[in-house]
């Protein structure tokens, strides 16, 4: 098999770690597969790198924050290289560039627009290890460096992977896997062994840190088999699949949550064609991303619109919204930042009824208040008072049966 | 004028420095020239990344230590960059490769060919500072990041200054300039103004640290003015031009000293030809530069061969040889580690005669032996032994009125 395996920050933080990831690589080698490896910074160098540009600038020049941070994974895979071929393991360092990895002009947050495989291609059939510097590429239309934004080096991986079709791409991070919630508020959360890439997405987007949405998103669009796990154990991972690829569908695969959200409430808000989007434009172009909308009818013709968004985006929605208010356009304008989203999550709801009501009725044996409902094809989203989050994913665990 | 100022690493060495360098760029961008900036690593970075390679390997891949120590200059460029934005003076980073530097394919001490302006030529035009990142090119054949060795930002500097035809080259180092000697020495050393390349090229080999040899060479060849100066204050450094530039050549430019030399002296070489082309073939097969070379007439028709070479090297040098006392071909072999190389250097020696004989004269005068002679047109070198070594460069700063 070709596998892609990728090592994050804590996992090739020190130089003992990186000889752990030596070794973890020349396992996956001596099983008789070809590995490229794609590896982040050591841990805190990119933190490091931008104090120092901070000393000189509050807002850098974009080109130049990318020529220094991408320093921080060639160093890396200089390193991991060095260590390979003095195990004997022929191995080769590439920068993104090299790598073939070509992206749109949006430094510090670019997005890859295609990869030329030709030099990777090359070193594997020469018999070689491929590290790659994660996190980078170039620029399509200067050759300048750019880097991708968070989980930046996730997303050179898959993207890797795709482009030399590769049988799995392994991300190893410092968890286990993605379990059918956070093991620190359920203690019998089990790891999932697949999950399909919609269902991942859900987790992704609703607070599960182990992926981001980006990756999972290109990992999809290239069918791509992802695996995440523990670089510090030998514990299988979660494999991150095509739906089709799982032949038994649990019901219901995790419970998600996410705390860090906030709710905005605006009554009476007057009865004129185009009012909503008004609102929502204003907030779009200030980059505020909405998440949950209900809208009811109130009294004497106005409606009453609620939304939530992200919790630190709380303060500019209130700014862009008092002129609603000035203009009496909206007749009050109320937050609340102490709610949570919970959300179940499972591919199995697609074919079977109940599962909704089954989370309603959880919630209200528990008399947890549901204050918005969201629902899609494969989850169902309430947002509650912040108070009760770990009271309903436990009970929401234990009603599904996720420890089974 | 257009100018390019090169940074040496204690230059650059805290984020404070480089904002000196800054305001020291600014300051000539202000007085109506075009500058592009060559930088070094901060001081100890490239250190620190060779140990960290030392961690994994004693002898690690050349391409992966220039990926790896390439990174330095990448960092210290761009900050300069963020810095000269900031304030307002629109500048671009570049990575050797973005500059166009080709070189040839010896990694870690990799020979510039040629260099491609087009990039630099571009941002200059656009009216910017161009940053570019020394002692690193890209392997003309592989696209491979490649590092110049030793002194090799000075030569990045000297070749981006040849190739962009700038008016002048300024290399900023810790020292004010190049002396007439080493002012630890003799108290009464004093600056040299300007001095042509041969000169400079027979200072660097004779000892002096101020500049590498290669990058003299370099701007004689490129015509490149070259100026050596210090970042830490803002007096004149010393220009090394083409000797039709200096209009007064004073008889002599200053003394060199150097003091890790050691002798061999070879007794007995029996006579049959090629024998010493034998000694010297064995020794250069081993990498070991030969300096200076006596032989004299013995007894019996046999000769003795005497030859100076750098300390460092005097032990390989008898592992070399011995076999030929093995063999009887030399009658015995001893060597001197505790003597010194003082050299008198002037271009106006051409066309004055005595200058040699004043040398011997002062000798003379002091009661130091001289052990051995080489002479060239524009130096006389002596070998005497070390403990003489300050008095012998004192009489002859006094001899020849270099402080006047």
């Given amino acids: 098999m070709l596998i892609v395996q990728k090592f994050g920050g804590t996992s090739v933080g020190t130089l003992e770690r990186i000889d752990n990831v030596a ?18 910074a050591m841990s805190g160098e990119t933190n490091k ?10 807002a850098p020049r974009k080109e130049d924050v990318d020529a220094l941070l991408s320093s921080g994974e060639r160093v890396t895979s200089a390193l991991l290289s060095i260590a390979l071929n003095e195990l004997g393991y022929p191995a080769v360092s590439m920068s993104g560039r090299q790598a073939g990895i070509k992206t749109n002009a949006s430094h510090t947050k670019a997005r890859i627009e295609s990869i030329d495989p030709s030099m990777m291609h090359a070193a594997i059939d020469a018999g070689k290890i491929v590290v790659v510097a994660g996190f980078q590429g170039v620029n399509e239309h200067t050759g300048d460096v750019t880097t991708l934004g968070r989980g930046g080096s996730d997303l050179s991986a898959v993207a890797v992977a795709g482009a030399l079709q590769a049988d799995l791409c392994e991300i190893y991070t410092d968890v286990d896997g993605v379990y059918t919630t956070d093991p620190r508020i359920e203690r019998k959360a089990k790891k999932i062994e697949k999950i399909s890439y919609d269902e991942m997405l859900e987790f992704a987007s609703l607070g599960a840190k182990v992926l981001q949405n980006r990756s999972v998103e290109l990992a999809k669009k290239l069918s791509v088999n992802l695996v995440t796990r523990s670089s510090f154990n030998e514990n299988e991972g979660t494999l991150i699949t095509k739906e089709e690829n799982i032949m038994e569908k649990p019901l219901v695969s995790g419970i998600a949550l996410a705390k860090d959200q906030a709710r905005v409430s605006l009554s009476g808000v007057v009865d004129r064609p185009g009012i909503a989007s008004d609102i929502f434009k204003a907030l779009a172009k200030a980059d505020i991303n ?19 968004l992200d919790k630190n985006e709380l303060h500019a929605a209130k700014t862009i919204l008092e002129p609603f208010v000035a203009k009496k356009e909206v007749a009050s304008l109320s937050a609340d930042d102490q709610i949570s989203k919970v959300s179940v999550i499972g591919v199995g709801m697609k074919s079977h009824s109940g599962v909704a009501s089954k989370a309603f009725e959880t919630m209200a044996k528990e008399n947890i208040n549901i204050m918005m409902i969201s629902t899609s094809e494969i989850k169902i989203s309430m947002i509650i008072a912040q108070k009760y989050s770990e009271l309903a994913v436990q009970a929401l665990h234990d009603a599904y049966e996720l420890d089974k």
């Fill in 49 to 58: 790198l931008l104090e120092y540009a901070g000393h000189f600038s509050k």
């Fill in 23 to 40: 070794q973890r690589v020349i396992a996956t080698v001596k099983k008789g597969h070809k590995v490229v490896v794609v590896v982040s």
């Fill in 290 to 308: 909405i998440d949950m909308i209900v809208q009811t009818i109130g009294h004497d013709g106005r409606t009453n619109l609620d939304f939530t």
